[in-house]
């Protein structure tokens, strides 16, 4: 009896290529085949799945890379988060710790302003020369040093700096030491 042409081609496709243990036929190795195993740069025999283009939650239009929301809608999701962080922030803003700050802080500032003696700050340091002479060199300055100097808030200590308020006249001579206007004790002469 002959063998039959099915047992012919699996026998001399077996014996010329070889069968991976699952009974699979293994692929023919050559050159370029086992450089590209020493390389580790096998391709896979898998067929590819197309990838899909990202599309946009809200509208479905096609979204750029790295783009969650297209062109189109980022305006709309961008408003939306900063009125929703905006609501947090004003909430927390008013809270009863929050005022109780702001409390203890408007009171120890009208405190000092009213411990303030006016005479204590010399004749020749006016607003005049404080706009004149110690604003300037404030901009030498971090806000964190003005701030530290005369115990303000760092919003407060940066519009003082940026010379959009003038502080309580019991600063002056801090801020003027502060910027070296006032060398040991005295006034800088002209």
Known sequence: MLPSPRYLVDFEVGRSFGTHKSGLLSTRL???????AKAGNLVASTPRIPQTKARCPLCGSAVTTGSVYC?????????????????LGQIATHSAIAEARRSATRKK????????????LPKWLDEDFYRRETLPRLSNFP???IRQAIDVSHPY????????????????????????????????QY
């Open 30 to 36: 050559t050159q370029t085949r086992r450089s590209q």
């Open 71 to 87: 062109a189109k809608c980022v305006p709309d999701v961008n408003r939306d988060n900063l009125l929703r962080q905006a609501k």
């Open 109 to 120: 500032q009208a405190e000092a302003q009213r411990k303030w003696d006016s005479s204590t």
């Open 143 to 145: 806000v964190k040093k």
């Open 157 to 188: 200590a940066t519009l003082i700096k940026r010379g959009d308020r003038i502080p309580h006249p019991r600063h002056w001579l801090a801020l003027a030491k502060l910027t070296d206007v006032i060398a040991k004790g005295q006034r800088v």
